[in-house]
């Protein structure tokens, strides 16, 4: 499966972006789905993460509160709605994802063996 994200940019601090995760080549509906970030300097930290029928979301303590994640297995996409934007969530955000049908959701990014380009989020203060 090939994942195509988009959606990042230039915020200020309190504002909100929207990322999305486009998927091609396969169905995401039987995928885990995840988002990760890296900041220049820093490892790849997970963000949130969705079970396969959406039944099932994790976020990162950092997140909780002000991002959401969800999927649209229709359009074969999954969002990352991100409000109260900090700057220390400037990263470039990655989407992942995992062939499985586990109610749960998994956050760990060696569980995913798809990964989308990455797009650019920079929060300024």
């Known amino acids: 499966v090939q994942l195509q994200a988009c959606g990042g940019g230039l915020v200020q601090a309190g504002g909100s972006l929207r990322l999305s995760c486009a998927a091609s080549?396969?169905?995401?509906?039987?995928?885990?789905m995840a988002w990760f970030r890296q900041a220049p300097g820093k490892e790849r930290e997970f963000v949130a993460s969705?079970?396969?029928?959406?039944?099932?979301?994790d976020y990162a303590d950092s997140v909780k509160g002000r991002f959401t994640i969800s999927r649209d297995n229709a359009q074969n996409t999954v969002n990352l709605q991100m409000n109260s934007l900090k700057p220390e969530d400037t990263a470039v955000y990655y989407c992942?994802?995992?062939?499985?049908?586990?109610?749960?959701?998994?956050?760990?990014?060696?569980?995913?063996?798809?990964w989308g380009q990455g797009t650019q989020v920079t929060v300024s203060s």
């Open positions: 969705i079970s396969w029928n959406g039944g099932s979301t």
């Open positions: 080549g396969r169905t995401l509906s039987s995928y885990a």
């Open positions: 992942a994802a995992r062939a499985s049908t586990y109610r749960g959701t998994y956050s760990r990014a060696s569980a995913f063996n798809y």
